[in-house]
């Protein structure tokens, strides 16, 4: 991250990851368990301008990242203030983002990442991009999942936040972002999924709380 002390909005922003990263912990500790999994939480790491983490350097363009190998959980302050200049606004918009990477975590532990990975490496482009996509809306789908149990458990959720969130989905979907950047919206070329795939899948977390019903995998081979 950069030196020097972080501007009052920045702090806010790191405030706010901070506590619903703790209440992702609440939940996936209670959730993973029932799955035959302990859940080890993952380190956070705030940055700006470019980090250097275990999957390499990155800068604020890629936004925020889960790297399996630290493994760690690295997240862009300006990103949220990216949401904004998208249409996103609102708590539960960020809640997500950080519950998306924290989905991530997950599949890390479960071993699906290292799974997908290996399917790749065995892949021509438009196949590995299709299961990089696969793998980014179960993400999203088990960012829905924490938000029902939170939900069910503390109360998290305050009305309109739920669209909120299907908003932020949508606004960072790879068709709408191409577009967005005046380029061609090749559904190959997609490597998270198209703002109604990430919508939908959102939903279903958001909708059934069940990680189960997450198995986007078996959705796509169906």
């Known amino acids: 991250s950069q030196p020097g002390k972080p501007s009052?909005?920045?702090?806010?922003?790191?405030?706010?990851?901070?506590?619903?990263l703790?209440?992702?912990?609440?939940?996936?500790?209670?959730?993973?368990?029932?799955?035959?999994?302990?859940?080890?939480?993952?380190?956070?790491?705030?940055?700006?301008?470019?980090?250097?983490?275990?999957?390499?350097?990155?800068?604020s363009a890629t936004g925020p990242f889960y790297c399996p190998g630290d493994p760690k959980v690295y997240i862009d302050?300006?990103?949220?203030?990216?949401?904004?200049?998208?249409?996103?606004?609102?708590?539960?918009?960020?809640a997500y983002v950080v519950g998306h990477e924290i989905g991530h975590h997950v599949q890390n532990l479960m071993g699906t990442s290292g799974k997908v990975r290996r399917l790749q490496q065995q892949t021509g482009q438009a196949k590995a991009n299709s299961l990089s996509v696969l793998l980014e809306l179960q993400a999203d789908c088990y960012a829905g999942v924490w938000a029902h149990q939170a939900n069910k458990r503390r109360n998290l959720l305050e009305?309109?936040?739920?669209?909120?969130?299907?908003?932020?989905?949508?606004?960072?979907?790879?068709?709408?972002?191409?577009?967005?950047?005046?380029?061609?919206?090749?559904?190959?070329?997609?490597t998270h999924g198209s703002s109604d795939q990430r919508v939908y899948w959102l939903r279903k977390g958001l909708e059934t709380g069940d990680m189960n019903a997450c198995n986007t995998f078996a959705a796509a081979s169906g």
């Open 22 to 59: 703790a209440d992702t912990e609440d939940t996936w500790s209670v959730m993973l368990p029932q799955q035959g999994l302990n859940y080890r939480a993952p380190k956070l790491v705030l940055f700006s301008g470019y980090v250097q983490s275990a999957c390499g350097m990155n800068s």
């Open 159 to 190: 009305p309109g936040d739920e669209d909120e969130g299907l908003n932020a989905a949508a606004s960072i979907g790879d068709d709408r972002l191409l577009r967005r950047a005046g380029r061609h919206a090749s559904p190959d070329a997609f």
């Open 77 to 94: 302050l300006e990103f949220f203030h990216t949401l904004g200049q998208l249409g996103a606004h609102g708590d539960f918009a960020r």
């Open 8 to 20: 009052a909005a920045n702090q806010e922003e790191a405030d706010f990851v901070s506590v619903i």
